[in-house]
């Protein structure tokens, strides 16, 4: 018990009392048993959370207080008295079909504000109840954005407790598709609860007026007596002095009164620096999710969730192609889908891959990059903090023969390069052994184990984003 006390003062000490109290407190339980750390997280999302922001230090205090860093297992405390059914639980795919991830807008849809299941002219409402705007029960989770689908879960069941809430990431990865969504399953879980969605530009637009004769105070009313506040393009309030005053002081009341704040934005918090200290203090103060691009696997689900929704009969090898080649964003997506069907209707003859491959040419040819074997050299070095030849070096140590079995992994995956093509190239290896990385680094992400990244520790799976994201940008 007294190892056991000392650990989580250590952890502590390095987050810093507020963060521990927030995400480890009384619910997180520590036991260190036959040299393995048992952390016991409340549900799902505390696990995953924990997982991939606090392991570093917990491997950190262990070493502090034991001078070693003993197997850490973060697992779920789940009990007849208090059944899992955390935010998680929501976003496990069902048998045979796909989760959900975003449905790129359909042409013609716009972002608008108002409270959740207010109508704007043309019929639709915030709440999904009509003009296919969307819900959380469309998007596509993979993952690139199950952190911040599992927060926003947690937040629409628990108003308050997790507030701020702030997801960030470049256009069209579904952050206006997860406020309108958490908008509406708050509503629905909380029938007559006020949950409003709006962008800063409305924000901007109605704070203007407001002080142009039509009324802070009933401004004010209405932004500050809600139950939930979604604001999308945070980013937009950057240089504007009086609106990011009026913002701060309607974060502060909602905060006081422990309401429910969200914003989205395109970078993160710390490229925001424009919004001023203040601002970002409050911020980051609450909850801060990163939402990537998607997947090949989530691309796919994407895909389907569209022909569903277009009422497109589109064949499987169709579909693998279109994820595979359309890589930045599920605009793309929509776009191809567009495109097919209207192929379709003119030639009168059914989808079939080798009219993709014709119809698609430009938008393929465009969207390609070649990838070499240099690039993924470079893109795993610069991710892991490594030499640029060290991959091709004999060095046997774990933090190279690592990511040189990852860089394999990725050559068979992004190059038609031959097994003894990338044996040669990573030092002069064997075929098999390029064989033997593959299937390693398989193994890695089924067990979901974690890389040393530069200085820190992360999971298999985030360190592939990672030089994903170097190796498609180019």
């Known amino acids: ?5 000392a650990l989580r003062t250590a952890v502590a000490d390095r987050v810093g009392k507020e963060r521990f109290e927030l995400w480890f407190g009384a619910a997180a339980r520590f036991e260190l048993l036959d040299g393995v750390l048992i952390v016991g997280a409340p549900n799902r999302f505390f696990r995953d959370w924990l997982l991939s922001s606090f392991r570093g230090d917990i491997e950190a205090a262990c070493l502090a207080v034991l001078g070693t860093c003993p197997e850490i297992d973060v697992r779920v405390d789940a009990s007849p008295a208090q059944p899992d059914h955390g935010p998680a639980r929501a976003i496990e795919p069902a048998a045979g079909r796909p989760c959900a991830v975003k449905a790129a807008a359909l042409p013609g849809t716009r972002k608008h504000a108002g409270e959740t299941g207010r109508r704007n002219g043309s019929g639709e409402g915030l709440d999904g109840s009509a003009g296919g705007r969307f819900d959380l029960g469309s998007f596509v989770v993979g993952p690139s954005n199950r ?8 937040v629409a069941e628990r108003l308050g407790e997790l507030s701020p809430l702030v997801v960030h990431g470049p256009t069209s990865v579904g952050k206006t598709h997860l406020l309108e969504g958490l908008c509406h399953l708050a509503r629905r879980l909380r029938p007559g609860v006020t949950a409003i969605y709006l962008t800063a530009e409305q924000f ?51 905060l006081r009164e422990k309401r429910q704040i969200v914003f989205a934005a395109d970078r ?40 569903r929704r277009f009422e497109m009969h589109v064949p499987d090898d169709v579909r693998q192609f279109i994820a595979a080649r359309l890589t930045s964003h599920p605009r793309e997506l929509s776009g191809a889908l567009c495109r097919l069907h209207a ?26 990059r070649v990838i070499r074997l240099p690039d993924i050299a470079k893109a795993v070095c610069d991710t892991f903090g490594l030499d640029a030849r060290s991959l091709q070096s004999s ?26 093509e990338i044996g040669q190239y990573f030092g002069r290896r064997s075929h098999s052994t390029v064989v033997s990385a593959q299937k390693r680094v398989e193994g890695w992400l089924a067990a979901g184990l974690p890389m040393e990244l530069a200085e820190r520790v992360c999971g298999i799976d985030d360190a592939i984003r990672q030089v994903e994201k170097r190796l498609l940008a180019g």
């Open 1 to 5: 018990m007294e190892i056991v006390s």
């Open 147 to 154: 952190l911040a689908r599992a927060a926003a879960d947690m």
């Open 204 to 254: 901007t637009a109605g704070f203007l007026d407001a002080l142009r004769g039509s009324g802070l105070p009933s401004f004010r009313r209405k932004y500050r007596g809600v139950e939930l506040l979604a604001i999308d393009d945070l980013q937009f309030f950057c240089g504007k002095r009086c609106t990011k005053l009026e913002l701060l002081y309607t974060i502060d009341t909602l």
């Open 268 to 307: 993160p918090l710390a490229e925001l620096s424009d919004l001023g200290p203040d601002l970002c203090t409050r911020l980051q103060s609450g909850m801060v999710c990163p939402i990537e691009p998607p997947d090949y696997e989530t691309r796919l689900g994407i895909l389907l969730q569209m022909t």
């Open 343 to 368: 192929t379709s209707k003119a030639l009168a003859k059914p989808i079939e891959l080798a009219m993709a491959e014709e119809a698609l040419a430009d938008m393929i040819g465009h969207a390609s």
């Open 395 to 420: 060095r046997k140590a774990k933090n190279v023969s690592h990511p040189r079995m990852l860089a394999m992994f990725l050559a068979r995956k992004y190059t038609r390069a031959a097994l003894a």
